[in-house]
């Protein structure tokens, strides 16, 4: 069952090693099925290189395995969280990305001071408090700290995101790596200031309501 679901969300999690977010069987990724709301999700402990769409586990989202011949990925209860709080939520993305996972480890938020995180995260970048692997905390620190950034850090543990689609959810987790390693190195060098809010607020609202291909039709150009 939900086959073409499958080979997207397993597709979707090669994406993160190409993309150096996750080591060996760390981190992970989910879709939801509008159809069904039925929840595809990488299967526990297989390393990326190892992984085939037929690997990936359907869950019904109280977390009863609708099919699969592996056990769904630890971090399932906390997916399933988002997803029954957040209707527009269609993948839920996890990694323990270096620079991110380092913003983690100290419990801050990812200041914006840089015009790249207004566009994509419209604001710093949260840091959720500390929850325990496997159940559902890790959901409820996410729902309750994320506001309408597509990304959050999980205080002493990594990143989560989320988005409208796999590749929205995966193009978050690798923006937030990004952006974490150059605000660390800016801080290395000096002080950093945060954008002012009326900037921040200028610039989510051009990346994403004019930017891209909604400004291409009309004749308008963007980097």
């Known amino acids: 069952m ?15 090693p190409r993309h150096g977010l996750v080591t060996w069987t760390s981190g992970n990724l989910s879709a939801r099925d509008p159809q069904s709301g039925l929840v595809v999700i990488k299967p526990s402990g297989l390393r990326y290189e190892r992984m085939t ?12 395995i609708v099919e699969g011949k592996r056990g769904p990925s630890s971090d399932t209860a906390s997916h399933l ?13 996890h990694t323990h990305s270096t620079y991110a996972t380092a913003w983690a480890a100290t419990g801050r938020s990812i200041p914006c001071c840089l015009t790249a995180m207004a566009d994509e995260f419209g604001g710093p970048v949260p840091c959720g408090g500390y929850a325990a692997i ?3 905390e890790i959901g409820v620190q996410i729902v309750e700290n ?5 990304a959050i850090l999980l ?11 796999i590749e929205k959810a995966v193009q ?18 000096g002080e950093v200031a945060e954008l002012p809010a009326a900037d921040i607020e ?8 004019r930017y891209g291909t909604a400004a291409a039709s009309r004749g308008v150009s963007h980097a």
């Open 134 to 136: 496997g159940t559902e």
């Open 146 to 150: 994320i506001g309408h950034s597509p």
């Open 53 to 64: 769409p037929e690997d990936m586990v359907v869950v019904d989202l109280d977390g009863k």
């Open 2 to 16: 939900l086959e073409a679901l499958k080979e997207e969300v397993c597709e979707g999690n090669l994406e993160l």
């Open 202 to 209: 200028a610039n989510y609202d051009r990346y994403t309501h």
């Open 172 to 189: 978050a987790a690798v923006m937030v790596e990004d952006v974490a390693r150059t605000v660390a190195i800016a801080k290395g060098i």
């Open 155 to 165: 205080a002493k543990h990594g990143v989560f995101t989320i988005g409208p689609t």
């Open 81 to 93: 969280y988002v997803y029954r709080r957040r209707e527009d939520v269609g993948s839920v993305v």
